[in-house]
């Protein structure tokens, strides 16, 4: 398997940057949804440059799966099971009882969602550095 975790990284870096765009755009849910992909994809990025298969969208799981070869990634684990929580109800209206996923989320929300992607990619990006 080529090692491509560079591209996964760049991939990662421009689904945070679409999450902030959300933002500003007022589409919350978004950039939710758009910061647990760029956390997720970042892991991935790490499975790559450690010639590992990733599979899955628990960015948490995934994490805690790699902490036996780097151990501080159990430091991510809480704010990658924060972004978890936007994968599907960020997307589909039957996450909710009523409504859709536009009317729930919150300008909080989506900055804490995009501080917890920053803060691992910052992780990740370290890693495939070094």
């Known amino acids: 398997m080529a090692e491509r975790s560079r591209d ?5 870096e421009s689904d945070l940057n679409h999450a902030r ?10 950039a939710a949804f758009a ?3 760029a956390a997720e994809k970042a892991v991935k990025a790490v499975y790559q440059k450690l010639h590992r298969d990733a599979w899955g969208h ?12 780097i ?20 997307r589909y209206p039957n996450g909710f009882e009523r409504g859709a996923p536009v009317d729930f989320y919150t300008h909080e929300e989506a ?19 070094r």
């Open 8 to 12: 996964w990284l760049r991939q990662a």
């Open 21 to 30: 765009n959300a933002l500003e755009d007022g589409d919350y849910d978004w």
């Open 35 to 37: 910061s647990h992909q």
């Open 58 to 69: 628990t960015v948490s799981m995934l994490l805690g799966e790699l902490t036996a070869e």
């Open 71 to 90: 151990a501080s990634a159990s430091n991510w684990i809480g704010p990658a099971k924060a972004l978890d929580k936007h994968y599907i109800p960020t």
């Open 111 to 129: 900055e804490r969602a995009i501080r917890d992607a920053e803060a691992i990619l910052e992780f990740c990006r370290d890693q495939i550095n």
